[in-house]
């Protein structure tokens, strides 16, 4: 089914640890965001991209890497997780920002 | 900067009651705006977008929105609450109409009385 994928769906981390969040869409959107939700706070943008080789930094980017080699895949990358990462995270793509899909998401608990 | 408010955090009408969530958002120009539901859990569900033309929008389960640009304001409606529609509801503007990015607002969670 066409869609937004995102990998893992649970993960738990202890402080310090590295991992990549990965999302993956097979609509040929060129647009392209991470956000996080943390409770009475909504969903904040963490990073986006326009297009292949091109991103930037949206309300919460500290912390948080990404690159997009591809048109397919987005994957954030946390260099050295910390307990204020834990939150739920939501990858999106978008036709020309009118139309978005986003993932189930990722449940990311840091201990 | 561009941002969202939804100034009501919890909700609670009454099973049939009229609904009126609220969104006010600051941007230079019209920008594109959305409401989208969350159950617990689960994730967001497109409830209905606005980017020109007809002020008010039509969207699933009975729910509409007015965008008053006098007001800066895009507020959700429905006419007859039923059960179901207990969950949280967020307001979010795309942001210069390019780029795939959205900036929500807090979120209004909504309960149901019996």
């Known amino acids: 089914n066409a869609g937004v994928t995102q990998t893992p769906k649970f993960q738990v981390l202890k402080t310090g640890q590295s991992m990549t969040l990965q999302c993956a869409q097979d609509m040929n959107h060129e647009y392209m965001s991470w956000y996080r939700q943390d409770p009475g706070m909504g969903l904040r943008l963490i990073h986006y991209?326009?297009?292949?080789?091109?991103?930037d930094q949206g309300e919460v980017p500290n912390g948080y890497n990404v690159s997009r080699s591809t048109t397919e895949d987005f994957p954030l990358r946390l260099l050295s997780a910390a307990p204020s990462q834990t939150s739920v995270y939501f990858c999106a793509s978008s036709y020309e920002g009118r139309d978005y899909t986003f993932g189930s998401g990722t449940r990311l608990t840091v201990v | 900067a561009q941002s969202v408010t939804q100034p009501d955090i919890h909700i609670t009408v009454s099973e049939g009651a009229s609904l009126e969530l609220r969104c006010n958002y600051s941007y230079g120009a019209t920008p594109y705006l959305f409401w989208y539901v969350q159950s617990p859990g689960q994730g967001l569900q497109l409830l209905l977008k606005?980017?020109?033309?007809?002020?008010l929008v039509q969207g699933i389960k009975g729910f509409e929105a007015e965008f008053k640009r006098s007001q800066s304001s895009f507020n959700l409606r429905k006419p007859s609450v039923h059960w179901s529609d207990a969950a949280e509801y967020f307001c979010a503007v795309g942001v210069d109409n390019q780029g795939g990015k959205l900036i929500f607002g807090q979120g209004t969670e909504l309960s149901v009385k019996p």
């Open positions: 606005y980017f020109s033309g007809d002020t």
């Open positions: 991209s326009v297009g292949a080789g091109i991103t």
